[in-house]
């Protein structure tokens, strides 16, 4: 009888993420899962990694380094405040992975300084981790500028580094005029994204499927307008249908999305649905 061949792991940035910020009980999930295996990313993986959690890092140091913010807790304070949903769950996951190890104060003076010191080292290893703990596919067909902006960093000066590479990943209209995204979904994928759409339109909207409904509705404004419409702003909003269409067919794709059961099934593109961090800890839970 033949040994089944173990598949290899293309993670999608939700398990990425989950395995580098989750909570203890999900990471103990996913190493698990992936015990002794390859695990693989792409550099437009690694782009939407550092767009969603390393810009914010970055803006985060800035703003604890304002001359008006005395300490940490007015730092966290004012961004609670000021920034959305997404941003301040960048920060509420660093809070655990870097102060809460430093037994920092966060009303005191001088602890900011040190936090600042932390901070910025933490986003140093971070970045590397990103390139280093994980095979790179050397696939990406969109050819992302913002996934190749280098973060050069001088420990006894870090702002310079951080606000050069926050200023050229933030510089959309100059990473846009260097990729390829427009031929990636108007020539080489043309048909796929024709499938999306037409798959979405025959789907009921439901929570399940409300993900990938909204993707294949960019997709179809993208297919009606043109490369016009090919912008970072709108790739955020399809990133999974590009991270599904440049999967290589050879490994299984890991992912929590839903969006992927109808991207990935289209394209006979293997993959699996992980168990959200919710489900994972609430399980536990009962059985305990």
């Known amino acids: 009888m033949e040994e089944k061949s173990v598949p290899q792991h293309f993670l999608d940035t939700s398990v990425l993420r989950s395995l580098l910020l989750g909570t203890q009980v999900y990471k103990q999930?996913?190493?698990s899962q992936f015990t002794d295996q390859q695990l693989y990313l792409s550099n437009y993986v690694q782009m939407e990694m550092k767009r969603s959690y390393l810009i914010n890092l970055i803006s985060f140091y800035f703003v604890l380094r304002l001359e008006t913010i005395n300490?940490?807790?007015d730092a966290i304070a004012l961004w609670s405040n000021r920034f959305k949903a997404s941003e301040l769950k960048a920060i509420l996951q660093l809070i655990p992975q870097l102060f809460s190890t430093h037994q920092l104060n966060f009303s005191s003076t001088q602890d900011k300084e040190t936090a600042l010191s932390?901070?910025?080292?933490?986003?140093k290893r971070f970045e590397i981790l990103l390139r280093k703990k994980f095979n790179n596919t050397n696939i990406d067909s969109t050819a992302c500028a913002r996934a190749l902006?280098?973060?050069t960093l001088d420990l006894k000066n870090p702002a310079v580094g951080l606000k050069q590479f926050a200023d050229e990943f933030g510089d959309v209209e100059t990473c846009r005029s260097k990729c390829q995204i427009d031929q990636f979904l108007l020539v080489q994928y043309q048909k796929e994204i024709e499938q999306f759409i037409s798959q979405a339109d025959q789907l009921p909207k439901t929570s399940n499927t409300r993900g990938?409904?909204?993707?294949?509705?960019n997709l179809k404004e993208i297919l009606a307008q043109g490369a016009v419409a090919?912008?970072?702003k709108r790739c955020e909003k399809i990133g999974d249908a590009v991270i599904a269409l440049n999967a290589p067919r050879s490994m299984q794709l890991e992912h929590t999305d839903n969006s992927f059961d109808y991207l990935c099934s289209t394209i006979n593109q293997p993959h699996y649905k992980h168990p959200s961090e919710n489900q994972i800890v609430t399980n536990i839970n009962r059985q305990t």
């Not at 932390?118 to 986003?123: A, C, K």
């Not at 990938?212 to 509705?217: D, L, N, S």
């Open 212 to 217: 990938f409904i909204k993707i294949a509705q």
């Open 118 to 123: 932390i901070l910025v080292i933490y986003i």
């Open 29 to 31: 999930y996913f190493e």
């Open 230 to 232: 090919c912008n970072c």
């Open 149 to 151: 902006v280098p973060l």
């Open 71 to 73: 300490n940490i807790g």
